[in-house]
């Protein structure tokens, strides 16, 4: 079945450093892939999509594109603040129709230090 | 636009006690899903609505899980009797359409004791 793999955290970061977040997925057709980040203590929000290949979605200096060829959508962002530190979830959308559902991963953890 | 809301915020029940949760979604959002999350893990889905239908409900552990959708608006879910292991975050989400991504609420903490 589609399965979504994130890089396992946690990542510690100096405010100002380059993040990236590897994600890659496993997929039958083309699913919309989407970025979701949890910061401490609320629920998850969405950070930034793409849904079809070689779509990049961005978001507050976040990028992440849609690589179809190495089923890939790495999250990265050029200069890290410490209000960035949350958990952040990669997800695919399967399914068509009604049946349409989130495959997640398991998040990966990022701390910020000033 | 008015996000998804969700009820209680907290709550602390002993086992063995029941317990609901209550969300109203996104107006116009046809597709309801309630996703359990435990602490340190991704969203699990436990129930996918499409209007006042249920589309997937493969792992909600029905002898003590209950949801409902009535009038394909706002939904319930309950817990009957809660186990110590139900202690995680239950989130309430809605779609319009799925491509375009989901919007959570801000979830229930439950806590079993």
């Known amino acids: 079945g589609n399965s979504v793999t994130q890089m396992e955290g946690p990542v510690t970061l100096s405010e100002e450093a380059f993040l990236t977040i590897n994600c890659t997925y496993t997929?039958?057709?083309?699913?919309?892939l989407f970025w979701y980040v949890q910061y401490p203590g609320e629920g998850l929000q969405l950070l930034l999509k793409?849904?079809?290949a070689d779509d990049k979605g961005s978001n507050k200096g976040f990028e992440a594109t849609y690589r179809k060829e190495t089923t890939s959508f790495h999250l990265e962002k050029g200069s890290v603040q410490v209000s960035d530190s949350a958990v952040y979830f990669c997800a695919l959308s399967e399914g068509a129709g009604n049946n349409r559902k989130l495959i997640w991963g398991l998040g990966t953890s990022l701390a910020v230090n000033p | 636009e008015a996000g998804v809301a969700q009820s209680p915020r907290y709550k602390i029940i002993e086992k063995r006690q029941s317990v609901a949760f209550w969300c109203n979604p996104i107006?116009?959002?046809?597709?309801l899903y309630w996703y359990q999350q435990i602490l340190g893990q991704g969203p699990k889905l436990l129930i996918q609505f499409q209007n006042n239908g249920v589309v997937d409900d493969s792992q909600l552990p029905k002898d003590r899980f209950s949801a409902e959708r009535l009038k394909g608006v706002d939904s319930t879910l309950k817990i009957q009797p809660a186990k110590l292991e139900d202690s995680a975050v239950y989130l309430c989400?809605?779609?319009?359409?799925?491509?375009?991504?989901?919007?959570f609420g801000s979830g229930t903490r439950l806590t079993v004791v």
């Open positions: 989400a809605s779609s319009l359409e799925g491509r375009s991504g989901y919007t």
């Open positions: 107006s116009g959002h046809a597709t």
């Open positions: 793409a849904t079809k």
């Open positions: 997929a039958t057709g083309y699913p919309s």
